[in-house]
């Protein structure tokens, strides 16, 4: 299954409204700027252009081109490794996980991507409180959105996390549907973390301090011995 995203527009899905608005805001606040020169209409048009050329930064969604190969995880997120660790999943691997964590600043694009192609099995919002994402903490206790993927054998789940500046998850798929690996399947808005939980077994390709890309990055491999069912 293909990304469809409308590539003509070059901003995160969902985005069409809120920079049409700014744009409409700013683009009044020049002209009233041109037909009337004061000091409070010039910050206005300064501020509204400022806040314009950020939205503009901020929800860009650039092309991203997968690695071919069977038995890939890719980054689910732009940002800085944080964690990489073995743990326990009892939600939805139910047993042991390697855990990789993902901090994004809000200089990072904020477009989530699929690890690996799979149908989505499992959906679930869970509120919670707004640490900074960057803190062990925030994984159990912030505000999260966790969707579960399931190819064969295989199964592995996404965690997206708020942080202090992040107020709201957005996530488009449905259980039941398919993703490809790095198909756009949701982002975070401000600084943010996602979550990705192996198998245990999987080989770890990246370390703690690494930055890493969307749909792009290798975070992991499965051994072949776990390679039934195509999960690229």
Request: hydrophobic fraction near 50%; charge should be positive.
């Amino acid at each position: 299954m293909t990304d469809t995203k409308t590539r003509w527009w070059p901003f995160a899905r969902g985005s069409e409204i809120t920079i049409a608005v700014i744009v409409i805001l700013t683009a009044g606040a020049v002209a009233l700027w041109v037909h009337w020169r004061h000091l409070l209409t010039a910050v206005l048009a300064i501020f509204l252009i400022t806040v314009l050329l950020f939205l503009f930064y901020f929800l860009r969604d650039p092309e991203r081109q997968p690695p071919a190969g069977d038995g890939l995880f890719v980054a689910p997120a732009d940002g800085r490794v944080v964690t990489v660790q073995q743990t326990e999943e009892p939600i939805f691997l139910k047993g042991p996980a390697t855990q990789i964590s993902i901090f994004m600043s809000v200089l990072n694009v904020h477009v989530n991507r699929a690890p690996m192609a799979g149908e989505v099995a499992f959906r679930e919002y869970r509120p919670g409180r707004f640490l900074p994402a960057y803190r062990h903490e925030a994984s159990g206790e912030n505000e999260s959105n966790l969707l579960g993927l399931v190819e064969g054998e295989m199964r592995i789940l996404i965690k997206q996390i708020a942080g202090i500046l992040a107020r709201r998850i957005v996530c488009w798929p449905s259980v039941g549907q398919r993703l490809a690996r790095g198909q756009r399947f949701g982002l975070i808005k401000l600084g943010s973390r996602v979550d990705l939980f192996l198998p245990p077994d999987v080989e770890v390709l990246v370390a703690i301090g690494e930055k890493v890309r969307a749909g792009e990055t290798v975070l992991a491999r499965a051994p072949s011995t776990r390679l039934r069912g195509d999960i690229t």
